[in-house]
């Protein structure tokens, strides 16, 4: 009974001097818990559809629903469906009834076809609205509305967790003490280690890419070398983020922390969630992380077909990142040696 005593007053006395565990045991659930509640108990999310040479008893319909609508002339009502300002149009022309879906995401397109279902009572009957897709098509199923993202997160998150632990066992084997006792530059010890796992990273993502694209069929429109470009970068700013704040961790279970911290976040910011559903006062949080581009980026190229004029601002900011992140662990490693 002593030694069992003695092995719990041990572990409780261990806690007890490792703050930051006791403070991610309650807190990280806390957090989580509530990102989910923010995410999922969000407002009802009301289709923007266009109306272009629409009734007036029409219009009165679809305002009468709470639907979000507005009348655009057939060239305006491309470019906003282009854009992915709206999620949709309705053209009346000649006797007939068109539906333009913007495509790429199924259960915005299902909330517009479910919103346009009242209209039937105002057609004549034997009219039946044709439907068609800028992107994607009635085939495009959840999981390749998801994919582009699920793609990016696992990305991210294997890489900055690899990385960040490989970096932690260098420190706490005593290998960087000897490597920075070495005439090498705190730089140079950075860039090697980016190139070095830069490797990998570089056939991880290619794995990844062309197993979900030609194996697990998932939809892709553009360029699959735009695709692997963007996880690359995705990858880069992982790296360079895991082997930072690594330096902030003492051991294993440490840099295990900082996911809920650092990862979770940016999975419920990232587009796998519709963010208009959620309050603007927390929502602005996928801005400020490199997941909410990598995405964007992703879904522009494999659900909608685009190239580097659609993505070259999200590749813009996760370079951004990533040199921020490399500048940053160059000046951190100053706490082991100052050159």
Not at 47 to 52: A, T
Not at 55 to 69: D, N, R, V, W, Y
Not at 261 to 281: A, M, R, Y
Request: with cysteine; glycine share 6%.
């Amino acid at each position: 009974m002593m030694r069992i005593r003695a092995i719990t007053t041990r572990i409780i006395h261990q806690f007890l001097r490792d703050k930051r565990t006791i403070a991610l045991m309650f807190l990280a659930p806390l957090l989580v818990m509530t990102l989910m509640n923010l995410v999922f108990k969000g407002d009802e999310y009301h289709p923007k559809i266009g109306l272009v040479n629409a009734p007036a008893q029409i219009k009165e319909k679809l305002k009468s629903s709470g639907t979000t609508i507005k009348a655009f002339t057939l060239k305006e009502a491309k470019s906003q469906l282009k854009k992915a300002h709206i999620d949709g149009y309705v053209l009346f022309e000649q006797g007939k009834v068109k539906i333009y879906l913007e495509g790429s995401d199924p259960k915005v397109n299902q909330s517009v076809l479910q919103a346009l279902e009242q209209l039937k009572d105002k057609l004549p009957s034997a009219l039946k609205p044709i439907v068609y897709y800028l992107h994607g098509g009635k085939n495009l199923s959840t999981f390749d509305n998801f994919g582009p993202v699920l793609l990016g997160i696992f990305v991210f998150f294997f890489v900055f967790l690899i990385a960040g632990v490989s970096l932690l066992r260098e420190r706490t084997r005593g290998t960087l003490e000897r490597i920075l006792a070495s005439p090498l530059r705190r730089s140079e010890l950075v860039i090697g280690y980016i190139f070095g796992f830069g490797l990998f990273t570089i056939l991880q993502s290619a794995l990844i890419v062309s197993y979900c694209v030609y194996v697990l069929d998932l939809w892709m429109a553009g360029s699959i070398w735009w695709v692997l470009l963007i996880t690359l970068l995705l990858a880069l700013v992982a790296l360079s983020l895991g082997t930072l704040l690594s330096t902030f961790a003492n051991n294993e279970l440490q840099m295990i922390q900082f996911i809920p911290l650092v990862i979770v976040p940016q999975v419920f910011f990232s587009g796998l969630f519709n963010l208009e559903t959620i309050s603007d006062w927390v929502s602005w949080i996928g801005v400020i992380t490199p997941l909410y581009y990598g995405a964007d980026a992703l879904r522009d190229v494999m659900l909608r077909g685009e190239g580097w004029s659609a993505i070259s601002a999200d590749l813009g900011v996760l370079c951004l990142f990533a040199a921020l992140f490399i500048s940053l662990n160059i000046l951190t490693l100053r706490k082991y040696r100052r050159l």
